[in-house]
């Protein structure tokens, strides 16, 4: 049972446009969404995380925000650069849950020139 | 510099072999995390562990073993009985409070012979 799910293996944007990478969980429990950012042969890093008691957090070009009605979380990414080519995981947790974290299967964004 | 260190970066393994999987982190951090990563798939959590001498199964813990006898520490073992061990392994850490994003390691490829 797939509890978080990024129902689009892949994105191509052009430099300078606005990426949107989506994400859908299904578990109500969670109210913890993170989203990291990974390399080939790399471990993922930390970009951005939001609380369930907030619907957008912004942190330079990166904001997300969160809709708990329709269980939906989006990261934007403007301006988009070549560097955010990546693997981009979205990841849930809940309070009590031992800060364990559920993992989407991952978006494959390329920014191209 | 603060973070943590996993080796080897490639190892391989013969067939009824176990193999140990070393993961250091100098951070602080209480919580200690394993995930297997498989191509196109998400990552799934092998054995976490919120505080020394205490660690609990993930959802994928058959056929892998660890300790956590030093807070620094946390090394996996994956043993003769895991019969699919190819896959990209990485480790994780976080403080032990909720809602805390975790940060990882550079991983481990382990491969069969």
């Known amino acids: 049972d797939q509890q978080v799910k990024q129902n689009s293996p892949s994105l191509s944007v052009q430099e300078g446009r606005i990426s949107i990478l989506n994400c859908d969980y299904t578990n109500s429990m969670f109210d913890y969404f993170l989203w990291y950012k990974k390399y080939p042969a790399e471990g993922p890093t930390f970009l951005i995380s939001?609380?369930?008691?907030?619907d957008k957090n912004e942190d330079g070009r990166f904001t997300v925000f969160l809709n708990k009605s329709a269980k939906h979380l989006s990261l934007h990414i403007v301006p988009s650069q070549p560097g955010d080519s990546a693997v981009y995981f979205c990841a849930a947790s809940y309070t009590g849950g031992g800060n364990k974290l559920t993992f989407g299967t991952g978006t494959q964004l390329k920014v191209e020139l | 510099d603060g973070g943590i260190t996993q080796s080897p970066k490639y190892l391989f393994r013969k067939e009824g072999q176990n193999v140990t999987l070393s993961c250091e982190q100098n951070?602080?951090?209480?919580?200690m995390y394993w995930y297997r990563q498989d191509p196109g798939q998400g990552l799934r959590l092998i054995y976490y562990?919120?505080?020394?001498?205490?660690?609990q199964k993930g959802d994928i813990a058959e056929g892998y073993s660890v300790s956590r006898e030093k807070k620094e520490s946390f090394p996996l073992t994956v043993t003769s009985a895991q019969k699919n061990p190819t896959a990209f392994y990485l480790c994780?850490?976080?403080?032990?409070?909720?809602?805390?994003?975790?940060?990882f390691g550079d991983g481990t490829r382990l491969s069969i012979l």
């Open positions: 994780a850490s976080s403080p032990q409070a909720s809602n805390q994003p975790q940060h």
């Open positions: 562990s919120q505080i020394v001498n205490d660690f």
């Open positions: 951070l602080n951090h209480d919580a």
């Open positions: 939001i609380s369930s008691i907030k």
